[in-house]
């Protein structure tokens, strides 16, 4: 059985950093499709990066592009997300997604692609 448990949320100041976390059990992350999304209050999930499975391509939105980075750790089966210069926009509870089934290249920024989440994680930054 898969799960991804997310840790490393918490309570920031506006241009702090915060490193998240996904450790990944019951498969291997080397070779998964990965993504972070988050969901603020009142609005619909969002796509904040993705590191396809086949090829290793990186995506980022728009709006954490040059501030976030992802990345994997394959021996400890661990996904991050580094989040630099935060912004009280950036709170949101954030998920972590895996797929190992091959993900169209245009899908890879949408939640539907992927069918392994885990259990959410808060970041909240103050102003």
């Known amino acids: 059985q898969v799960q991804l448990v997310e840790s490393g949320g918490g309570l920031v100041q506006a241009g702090g950093s915060l490193r998240l976390s996904c450790v990944v059990s019951g498969r291997t992350v080397s070779s998964a499709s990965v993504a972070w999304f988050r969901q603020a209050p009142g609005k619909e999930r969002q796509f904040v990066a993705a590191r396809e499975g086949e090829a290793g391509t990186i995506y980022y939105s728009d709006s954490v592009k040059g501030r976030f980075t992802i990345a994997r750790d394959d021996a400890r089966n661990t996904v991050y997300l580094q989040m630099n210069s935060l912004k009280p926009e950036d709170t949101a509870v954030y998920y972590c997604?895996?797929?190992?089934?091959?993900?169209?290249?245009?899908?890879?920024?949408?939640?539907?692609?992927?069918?392994?989440w885990g259990q959410g994680t808060q970041v909240t930054v103050s102003s």
């Open positions: 997604a895996a797929s190992w089934e091959v993900v169209p290249l245009v899908l890879v920024t949408t939640d539907r692609a992927y069918d392994h």
